[in-house]
């Protein structure tokens, strides 16, 4: 439903035991990261992408969520995840999105950290409990 999701090419590996958790939770910050890579690519690149890989044991779940979109810079990553907080004068969102994310992590007991340089991209580190 966004422009552009079409060229963005998606990476997804998934390794390791059964993980269960609460699935809304994932699916919401599943969602938000997704659009969030999609509506900031980098428009003078040839081939964005978004990588996820997933690697859960029985204790936890590890997940890398990469994209080469147009990053964010330093001096704005200790404030992404405040509400209505935007990291750039370009978005159209509402700054709600990173906090959702960082609050349902919270909420399902995980963490969650970023990484992102302009043009180049970010990463986010997520850890959530298996609640086996």
Avoid: H
């Avoid at 035991?17 to 599943?30: A, M, P, Q, T």
């Avoid at 029985?58 to 990291?87: T, V, W």
């Avoid at 963490?111 to 609640?131: A, W």
Wanted: charged letters at 20%.
């Amino acid at each position: 439903y966004l422009p552009n999701a079409q060229i963005v090419k998606m990476n997804v590996t998934i390794e390791g035991n059964s993980f269960y958790g609460d699935k809304w939770r994932i699916s919401e910050v599943l969602r938000n990261l997704i659009s969030n890579a999609i509506k900031y690519l980098n428009p003078t690149i040839d081939n964005p992408f978004i990588n996820v890989i997933i690697n859960t044991t029985q204790n936890e779940a590890k997940i890398l969520f990469e994209d080469n979109g147009i990053g964010i810079s330093k001096d704005m990553l200790p404030r992404i995840f405040e509400m209505f907080y935007r990291a750039t004068e370009s978005s159209e969102g509402s700054g709600i999105g990173l906090y959702i994310v960082k609050n349902a992590i919270a909420k399902m007991g995980g963490e969650i950290e970023i990484e992102s340089e302009p043009n180049k991209g970010t990463v986010f580190k997520i850890t959530l409990p298996n609640s086996i």
